[in-house]
């Protein structure tokens, strides 16, 4: 009995043991799970449901080319190399439903009257920044609104010398660098090399005087009397006055000296070479060059129209080789870019660096949109523009070439280069002209309804010279 009893309480000792030891494991499993669970959590919470700063970016160079990889390829790294950022990358074409220099600029006149900065990093070149002040009547508008980066640490080490150097490359924005002086251009006077060849007409890439041009435009009315087809001389659109650039050329080539040409200063040596200018575009008005219903001509949306052999030159910038080999990479071969021509042979021609992209002082995400535009100030981007587009960089970055070295723009560009070196310049207002005192450097739109009036053959030269001047104070 007492060993029977002895037996049970061991048997309930070792149950209760059991029992205890199960109880232990499990709390301590809870607590496990807990604390796994808990940790997950805060894992969970950490990473899915942080939120990111969203960086509205106005883009550029949609549907051109080897131009919009470069945008889309640097947004992908940055965004992979930022993950506490949401990029919000968007082209004019996706806000506004097409893309206009002008509209954009009318929409960033908007932001800094109502102070809604929705964008904080926007596109802006020279050309929108003299819209923006034309609409603003303030050409120094830039250092008010703008980030001036040449104030940030370090970025005047990722561009080229000569963009801080030469006070001309921040003239552009109100005297201050808006950005990477990412793109590098020089103007042109494009021909078909098609109709060339079917006109008879053989033109000269280097050295074409403005009696040269003014004989081509000639053979071209001869053709058309002959064959009874409509063959423009020039293409010409109503958002971008083409001709203002070849206007340009001929002026500063007249003024004959460089320093001269950059001064912002009037006078009446200049009045002269502006008046002669005016009185070469009455020479070549007499053929009515201009094609036919330019008026209704979108720039972006007509920029393919020399492909289909419907006029014999195009004046435009080198950025041209993306846009038709965007359009059509077979006939984009016959388009040949030609040194602008001149009155008197000169020492410089006509292009320049500009920004592509500015931050709003007053963007909600400031910061983070300095980041972006650091991030294309690196020599990766420099060389692979260089390598895409065909063209120069104010960015550093190791020399390359294009990715085809015997390509017509490229051996173009290698020739004005080391005719010109660095002796080159474009200015999208006419301070060069009339100078800055009372705001004479916002006439450029006058001159420019001048120019194609002149060309339309609606006008003569003095009556242009005339009107122009009342203004010029």
Same mark, same amino acid.
């Given at each position: 009995? &007492?060993? &029977? ?21 499990? =709390? ?10 808990? =940790? ?41 190399? &930022? ?62 609104? #703008? ?25 552009? %924005? ?14 042109? *006077? ?22 040269? #041009? ?22 010409? !659109? ?14 500063? !080539? ?14 009446? +040596? ?6 002669? %200018? ?29 492909? &289909?052999?419907?006029?014999? =030159?195009?004046?435009?910038? *080198? ?12 006939? @984009? ?24 992209? @500015? ?31 065909? @063209? ?7 020399? %390359? ?15 004005? %280069? ?8 474009? *200015?999208?207002?006419?301070?060069? *002209? ?6 004479? +450097? ?32």
């Amino acid at each position: 009995m &007492n060993l &029977n009893r002895k037996n049970r309480i061991m048997k309930i000792k070792l149950i209760g043991c059991v029992v205890i030891s199960v109880m232990v494991a499990m =709390f301590l499993a809870g607590c496990g799970d807990q604390e796994i669970e808990t =940790f997950e959590k805060k894992k969970v919470s950490g990473v899915i449901h942080k939120t990111k700063t969203k960086l509205n970016w106005i883009g550029h160079w949609l549907n051109e080319h080897d131009r919009e990889v470069i945008v889309r390829d640097v947004a992908k790294e940055f965004a992979i190399k &930022n993950l506490d950022i949401d990029l919000n990358l968007k082209f004019p074409q996706n806000i506004r439903g097409y893309r206009s220099k002008r509209d954009v600029a009318k929409l960033y006149v908007e932001m800094t009257k109502t102070g809604n900065y929705d964008w904080d990093v926007i596109w802006l070149d020279d050309q929108i920044y003299q819209y923006v002040a034309d609409e603003l009547k303030d050409p120094y508008w830039g250092p008010k609104y #703008l980030v001036d980066f040449g104030q940030l640490p370090g970025f005047k080490d990722t561009q080229k010398g000569f963009i801080f150097d030469n006070p001309i490359w921040a003239a552009q %924005t109100g005297g201050i660098i808006v950005g990477p002086m990412l793109e590098g251009y020089y103007h042109a *006077i494009f021909f078909n090399k098609d109709v060339a060849d079917k006109m008879g007409i053989e033109i000269k890439e280097m050295g074409m005087t403005f009696d040269d #041009l003014l004989g081509y435009v000639k053979a071209v009315d001869n053709y058309n009397k002959k064959t009874e087809t409509d063959i423009a001389a020039f293409y010409e !659109s109503s958002d971008w006055t083409c001709q203002e650039i070849l206007f340009q050329r001929l002026l500063k !080539s007249e003024i004959g000296d460089f320093k001269k040409s950059l001064e912002n200063k009037g006078s009446a +040596e200049k009045n002269a070479a502006f008046k002669k %200018t005016l009185e070469a575009f009455e020479k070549l008005g007499k053929y009515k060059p201009l094609i036919k219903n330019y008026q209704e001509n979108i720039w972006f949306q007509t920029r393919h129209i020399p492909l &289909n052999d419907e006029v014999l =030159f195009y004046v435009n910038g *080198i950025w041209m080789y993306n846009h038709w080999m965007s359009a059509d990479e077979t006939k @984009a071969d016959k388009m040949i870019p030609a040194e602008l021509p001149v009155f008197k042979e000169v020492d410089f021609y006509q292009g320049g660096y500009i920004p592509t992209w @500015a931050v709003w002082q007053d963007a909600p995400h400031k910061k983070e949109g300095i980041k972006l535009l650091e991030f294309w100030s690196r020599p990766h981007v420099a060389e692979k523009w260089a390598r895409y587009t065909n @063209a120069p960089t104010g960015v550093k970055g190791q020399a %390359t070439t294009g990715r085809e070295s015997s390509h017509p723009f490229s051996v173009w560009q290698k020739k004005i %280069t080391e005719k010109y070196s660095g002796n080159i310049y474009y *200015i999208p207002s006419t301070a060069y *002209i009339f100078g800055k005192e009372e705001r004479n +450097e916002l006439l450029l739109n006058d001159v420019k309804e001048e120019i194609l009036k002149l060309l339309d053959g609606e006008t003569t030269a003095q009556e242009a010279y005339d009107r122009i001047m009342t203004k010029v104070k």
